[in-house]
């Protein structure tokens, strides 16, 4: 992926009840990856997750969001999981590397 | 702050020899906060560890990269700590939340 493209920046705090949220993260995740557009996909959580999702265009952003099992999983993530979250879209206008 | 902003989303992996990182990474925290233009900084590290700043200008992130204390820690960083890292600059162009 070369500049510009997409970054979505979701982060969030987790509520106490996380049932379920582990194995419906891996899941939207493995979809996300299978969708027209995707370019790539990091997560960390500590106090805070960090998701950052990489796409195309901002339409693969909006046709990912829209998906009907992705829609089902925001539902139970505003029921159950999250305590708080925001999403930021970003254009990523430039990059560079190290590697050691 | 609201859009447009910029935002720096800096993903690492360390390497072996991890001494004196933690330090430095609090004491860096600590001098962005008070950069000019700066508006906020996340963080987690799994096996990779994410950083997101954000800023309210392109001219300020320039301004922090190039700072002298920033500076020397960087190079610290690709002797000593990183294994490899990546650097992406974004405009924020949209955000949303959600609070339970």
Redesign the interface.
Known sequence: MK?PYY?V?F?SFL?ENTKGYNEMAIKMEAFAKQQPGFLGI?????????T?SYWKTLDAIKIWKANVDHQGAQKLG?EKW???????????????????
Chains 1, 2 share one sequence.
């Open positions: 500049p970054a920046i982060t509520s990091e997560s960390a959580r500590e106090e805070v997750g960090i950052v505003k999250y305590q708080s979250y925001k999403v930021r879209i970003c254009k990523v206008e430039r990059e560079y590397e190290y590697k050691n």
